[in-house]
């Protein structure tokens, strides 16, 4: 492997004036590293007699085919499941949709899933958002072979808040999820209850997804190496499956759970008239208290409750939600050679184009009040982290031969010394874009190209960076003076004051966070949520250890 990056590396160098064109005639690496996965051989986990779940569902992961646009059905992956144990709305359809049912669980609730794997090919779910064990985390070396059984028993620990389930198979995350595996998870307690916010009709679900189609309404992915490198993007935009989705609301408050279920593309999410967007919660539930802003980012695996209030609306009245223009996303060199790199998608990342349209059908006379404080977040200080002064490094580094994070691609069990992590401390991180000079990143520092600037500025793009297990805090967010310009199309835009599982780090910005290590010992993944960048690598694990 090492030796075949260098040889790539030496053939990037020596065609590196010709850019990202040089992209597509390099061979593929992906199925290079399809067998240096050295995970070891265990049978599945087997349901265990002591467990007594509270609720328990099988949960199936399977081919089929749905009606997405008018004529042919397209062909899926896709979750189904059925309630074996527990209250009857754990599980909830959404009708027609290759998406899998809306789980809703309990904080407390002991849960036992039985996966079935009906894919002609290796599968395991992972619940994101979710802390449970390192064993049950969906990590990919609990993959299981096509016609086997995985059982998954946790008790939720999390706070109320809305979570993925999606696969996490070796190499195949992007393409399974993709193919249209995946489906929202929310957790509830009583927290979030006594606020009485607007619930079963008033509450739904908003999952963003973009897809490409042939023809003959069948799903095309990436088919080159510059879709991978910087990550794949339909041209068409799907809302809980549906293309040009539209939901028909009273004049009174809703609550909108959102999730970005997308492979790559990052949203700027604003309400068409101006209104701002009244946001009460993000990935680790609810804020403590509203958020307006003009307009919301929203990167691949991240949440967003909104409190969308369309009271004083007249029948009649229509109200979209927006992606707005924004730049800096993808590296400067793929941004100039723009539409010819991107095959002219008709949605370039980036630009401004409508991702779902509600109509006022009904004036009604009452509505909830939005409530000035929501929760409270149980929060951790500089002087609780075991490194104040030392801030683990999680550092992004990107050439055309691989994404990186610390330096190295994906390797099974493969700590770094910055990577073991004691069990019960509360880590200050710091995520950051590396382009030194030390030629680490990927060779990006040879040939006198500069830090901040050059080739790495030339490179660098943004990346959502997701770690699994506990929810972190954003303590503070810097950008390099580089990329201050395109910085201001995104920067009023992101909530910090949330817990978060995935953060979204623009290119030249470093973001610190400060996370929990408790309860769980084991390998728990990090990784860019841009799916296409995790299966080339860009994914590391932390190993939480007790005693050594
Ligand atoms: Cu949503 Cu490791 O993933
Ligand atoms: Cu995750
Ligand atoms: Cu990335």
Known sequence: MASATNIQRRRFLGQSTFGLAAFASFPNILSAMGDMQGFPKEAPNKASANFKADVEFDLFCSLGSVAILPGQQTK????????????????????????????????????????????????????????????????????????????????????????????????????????????????????????????????????????????????????????????????????????????????????????????????????????????????????????????????????????????????????????????????????????????????????????????????????????????????????????????????ISESPMAMLLNGKAYAFNDPLPTERIKLNSIQLMEIFHDHGAGGHGGGMGMGGMKHGGGMGMMMSMAHPIHLHGQQFQIVSRSINANHAEDYATVRDGFIDSGLKDTVLVMPGETVRIIKPFQDFTGLFMYHCHNLEHEDMGMMREFLIYDKV
């Open 76 to 395: 899926v992956q896709h979750y189904s499941a059925v309630l074996k144990t527990g209250p009857k709305d754990t599980l909830i359809d959404i009708p027609g949709s290759y998406l899998g049912p809306l789980i809703n669980l309990h904080k407390g609730q002991k849960v036992r899933i039985n996966l079935h794997n009906q894919l002609p090919e290796p599968s395991v779910t992972h619940w994101h958002g979710l802390h449970v064990p390192a064993n049950m985390d969906g990590h990919p070396q609990y993959a299981i072979l096509p016609g086997a059984v995985l059982v998954y028993e946790f008790e939720v620990l999390n706070r109320a808040g809305m979570n993925i389930y999606h696969p996490h198979a070796h190499e195949a995350t992007a393409t399974q999820v993709y193919n249209g595996l995946a489906g929202a998870l929310f957790v509830r307690d009583e927290e979030e209850a006594a606020l009485e916010l607007p619930s079963s009709a008033y509450e739904l679900p908003i999952v963003i997804q973009d897809r490409r189609f042939d023809q003959q309404n069948q799903l095309v992915y990436a088919s080159n190496r510059h879709d991978h490198m910087v990550g794949y993007y339909g041209d068409q935009i799907l809302v809980n499956g549906k293309p040009n989705f539209q939901i028909d609301v009273e004049s009174r408050a809703y609550r909108l759970r959102v999730l970005n279920g997308s492979n790559a593309r990052i949203y700027k999410l604003a309400w068409d008239d101006g209104t701002p967007i009244t946001v009460i919660g993000v990935d680790g539930g609810l804020l403590e208290q509203p958020d307006v802003k003009p307009y919301v980012m929203l990167a691949p695996g991240e949440r967003l409750d909104v409190w969308a209030d369309f009271s004083g609306r007249n029948v009649g009245a229509q109200l979209v939600l927006r992606s707005l223009g924004f730049s800096g996303v993808l590296p400067k060199m793929a941004e100039r050679m723009g539409g010819m790199m991107m095959h002219a998608n008709k949605l370039p990342v980036g630009s401004d184009f409508s991702i779902f349209t509600a109509h006022v059908t009904k004036k009604v006379s009452d509505s909830p009040k939005l409530p000035s404080k929501l929760s409270t977040i149980a929060r951790h200080a500089l002087s609780d982290t075991a490194n104040p002064n030392n801030p683990l490094p999680i550092a």
